[in-house]
């Protein structure tokens, strides 16, 4: 679609925008078809990555377990009476859960939409491993959509929802009567049944959502440019998202149709050109447009790049004004003046349904750029909004994150909340193993450092991951199955490395040095059954500051926030509009000071941060030197807090001193002259012994056992010596192979600087052992 007909089409409205875009979509085969993706990079299929992080794995079970104890029918019982012709919030004996899914609530049957897409999750990440847990998911799930289908079919025009169609007249303006935003409830629902075809493959859920793909047609298509403009006034979600997803899997024009009409122009236009005009509006209504904006892209191509520059300045504009150390954003529910973050410091900060979204927004920049600072962000918030929001021992989740010094997490009731947080909390934590890992057609990149498997099925590609940031500054990835051609792992050099310190990597316990672009350090090789790699990723305090006060500060080890427990007292909750948030009862006293002693000026003591706040040998536990808080306060991980009162900021208070200059540019690191790249392997496998980097014609090695063609120490079925002793790092082969080997090496090399002039990385980039 040329330029000049995309701004003829945003600059018409109502019945003649739509048909445009229904002509157009009709007569133009790459906007009628999703079949022309713009994403550089794929995710993995639930089922294909197992999280095996201890602490993570329970936080996993615990909210599986809670899922599993709600009562769908109950989920159900407003859908069921609105198909009767009852109102459920005027009539009895109706069996309703509390909490927003209650009578009053005219959010009702919301949780239905998060709730299908976290069985669905749970059921397809558990397919594999636990047959038993998943066939009962799958009943519930199947249950759940027949009882959908038959509440739907009782409406001649396919409307399903928990509350009567006269809802959606209110927010016309065509009946009078309560109302709040009864579009947000649809993206949920429509998303959810989404969610059970796509990851259970349950056939009726398409055909329900599709129907209510039509439902909502039939009903947008009327509106005119003004009450267009009124209804999308009002909360509604991700509605286009959802909607360019039904389009995909329907290639319905007027799926697609709908679509358009819920992306907001308006909005979009002044985000597009770098003008931040969210300061005033409600944080969580914004974001989700443009999930939306940006599937439009992915979803239609390069024709729809404006959609794609919303969504990316959008992404830069909220990280840049708006965000808190820990990723999140908002003060109570909205987005205020730039970077004016330590004046709205309070507790109700950080709703966590922002973090959610913010990272589907992360995760489809990512896919669609490559570019590592989507990779970046999804860990920062990932790991201190998401990771940090839930009571690991329920599965419950927070509504607000304080960044306020001295509150703490109220955390939602299993049947008396049912918050948007709950319900985003459902999902949160049964796609925990989402985004560890990407991939290409050919090469594989590694996002995340968190224990876990990848079972890449379409490359034979297997791995294990074992890592236990930031105890320790190891990641280990062990091959357990591998293909006969060369893959690149891409390794993600994260932004919290310390600074002048290498990254080091060992192939088989052999130093090697690896090559870096565009953010990751690559290994690209012919993959043996046990070999390893190893990662060393130094981590050190860093000190943040708040624009509108550098005195204000937080403290990060590696990729974790810390915060000090404030103790426990009177720690009572009061109502906050439908939630619930801290409080701090006169007579709690709070200190949420940090006095510098000892002459040191501020700037002097942040400077000299890694002697100032000093770790405790073997734990991630830190306290402070040359304070007035010395022996009064301990940082730990902020993510895995949830039972006392905390401060993340403190005031720092002193004589401020003068600014202390940037120490200047890192010297290059000594490397170890061996290329990871260009190692070799031995033609077959040997038993390695003990050590990390063996050498000479030895069996000393990393991989610790035999091992079928991988392992390179003495004793290998040829009977043959190495250089280097280990798997992937012997350099020189036996006499008997060596003929029979030129040939496939040669043939290898070729085929890996096929590979790398395919790659979309830039020149090839500096080869290191790591310093960043």
Same mark, same amino acid.
């Given at each position: 679609?040329?330029? !000049? ?53 329970? %936080? ?18 407003? /859908? ?16 309703? @859960? ?58 001649? #025009? ?9 809802? /959606? ?32 493959? =349950? ?24 009450? !267009? ?41 002044? %985000?597009?050109? $770098? =003008? ?5 509006? *409600? ?50 529910? *909205? ?47 990932? &790991? ?38 709950? $319900?985003?909390?459902?999902?949160? @934590? ?14 594989? @990149?590694?996002?995340? /450092?968190?224990?876990?498997?990848? =079972? ?48 080091? %990597? ?19 090789? +012919? ?55 801290? +409080? ?5 006293? %709070? ?30 536990? /830190? +306290? ?16 895995? #807090? ?5 401060? &993340? ?36 496998? $040997? ?27 003495? $004793? ?18 036996? !006499?008997?192979?060596?003929? #029979? ?16 002039? #395919? !790659? ?7 080869? &290191?052992?790591?310093?960043?």
């Amino acid at each position: 679609m040329s330029k !000049r007909i995309l701004q003829c089409r945003r600059s018409l409205s109502g019945a003649t925008a739509l048909a445009v875009s229904l002509l157009l979509g009709a007569l133009t085969p790459g906007v009628a078809s999703a079949t022309d993706p713009v994403e550089k990079l794929q995710e993995f299929e639930l089922d294909e990555v197992s999280v095996t992080d201890a602490y993570y794995q329970n %936080i996993s079970s615990k909210e599986i377990a809670y899922i599993m104890s709600l009562d769908p029918n109950r989920l159900l019982e407003g /859908f069921k009476a609105v198909s009767q012709g009852r109102d459920p919030g005027n009539s009895p004996g109706i069996n309703l @859960y509390g909490g927003w899914e209650g009578g009053w609530s005219l959010l009702r049957g919301h949780t239905i939409g998060h709730y299908m897409s976290a069985m669905a999750q749970a059921y397809k990440q558990l397919k594999s491993s636990d047959a038993e847990q998943s066939a009962a998911i799958a009943q519930k799930i199947d249950y759940t959509i027949s009882q959908l289908k038959s509440f739907q079919d009782a409406s001649p #025009r396919g409307y399903l929802f928990a509350s009567p169609e006269t809802h /959606f007249d209110v927010v016309e303006g065509k009946a009078n009567g309560s109302s709040w935003a009864p579009w947000y409830t649809m993206h949920k629902i429509i998303a959810g049944l989404i969610d059970v075809y796509k990851f259970e493959g =349950n056939a009726a859920a398409l055909e329900i959502a599709s129907k209510l793909g039509d439902w909502t047609y039939n009903r947008s298509s009327a509106w005119n440019a003004d009450l !267009r403009r009124k209804v999308l006034g009002v909360e509604y979600g991700g509605m286009n998202d959802c909607l360019y997803d039904l389009y995909r899997l329907t290639n319905n024009a007027n799926h697609l149709a709908a679509a358009h009409i819920f992306d907001e122009d308006s909005l979009f236009t002044p %985000i597009s050109q $770098g =003008n931040n005009v969210l300061p005033g509006k *409600h944080a969580n209504t914004q974001i989700p447009k443009f999930i939306g904006a940006l599937n439009r892209y992915r979803t239609l191509g390069q024709t729809e790049n404006f959609y794609y520059t919303a969504a990316e300045q959008f992404w830069s504009i909220v990280l840049r004004d708006h965000t808190y150390v820990t990723g999140g954003n908002s003060q109570l529910e *909205h987005f205020h003046e730039p970077r004016q973050l330590d004046a709205q410091r309070d507790n109700v900060n950080n709703e966590t349904c922002n973090a959610y979204n913010m990272l589907k927004l992360s995760r489809g920049l990512f896919k669609a750029t490559g570019d590592v600072k989507y990779a970046d962000y999804y860990e920062q918030a990932h &790991i201190n909004e998401i990771m940090s929001a839930v009571n690991p021992t329920n599965g419950m989740t927070a509504y607000f994150k304080p960044m306020g010094t001295g509150y703490f997490k109220v955390f939602g009731k299993p049947e008396d909340t049912f918050w948007c947080c709950n $319900g985003t909390g459902m999902e949160n @934590y049964t796609k925990l193993n989402d985004s560890l890992y990407f991939h290409d057609d050919t090469d594989l @990149y590694v996002n995340m /450092f968190l224990s876990s498997t990848l =079972n890449w099925s379409e490359r034979g590609l297997s791995l294990k991951q074992t890592s236990n940031f930031p105890v320790s500054d190891k990641a280990v990835f062990e091959i357990t199955a591998a293909p006969a051609d060369a893959v690149t792992i891409n390794f993600r050099k994260p932004s919290w490395v310390a600074r002048c310190q290498p990254v080091t %990597i060992t192939v088989n316990g052999q130093a090697c040095d690896a090559t870096e672009a565009n953010g990751y350090l690559t290994v690209g090789r +012919t993959w043996k059954l046990g070999d390893k790699v190893e990662l060393t990723l130094p981590m050190e305090v860093k000190v943040s500051r708040l624009p509108d006060n550098p005195n204000a500060v937080a403290f990060v080890y590696g990729p974790v926030v810390l915060s000090a427990g404030l103790g426990t007292e009177r720690m009572l909750s009061e109502p906050q509009w439908a939630s619930e948030k801290a +409080t701090i009862p006169p007579g709690v006293i %709070i200190k949420d000071t940090i006095g510098i002693n000892n002459g040191i000026t501020i700037n002097e003591w942040i400077a000299d941060i890694e002697n100032n706040l000093v770790q405790t040998p073997g734990a991630a536990e /830190f +306290t402070l030197r040359n304070t007035d808080s010395d022996s009064t306060l301990t940082f730990t991980p902020h993510y895995q #807090r949830y039972a006392d009162r905390y401060g &993340i900021y403190f005031r720092l208070t002193g004589t401020a001193g003068e600014n202390i200059p940037d120490a200047g540019e890192c010297p290059p690191p000594p490397g170890t002259g061996e290329q990871c790249d260009s190692v070799s392997s031995s033609e077959s496998g $040997g038993s390695t012994g003990s050590g990390s980097t063996g050498s000479g014609s030895t069996g000393s090695g990393s991989t610790g056992g035999a091992s079928e063609g991988s392992s390179g120490g003495s $004793g290998g079925a040829d009977g043959g010596t190495t250089d280097q002793g280990s798997s992937g790092c012997s350099c020189s082969l036996s !006499r008997a192979s060596s003929e #029979r080997w030129q040939l496939a090496a040669l043939f290898g090399l070729g085929l890996v600087a096929w590979r790398r002039g #395919r !790659r979309r990385a830039a020149p090839l980039g500096a080869r &290191i052992s790591g310093a960043r």
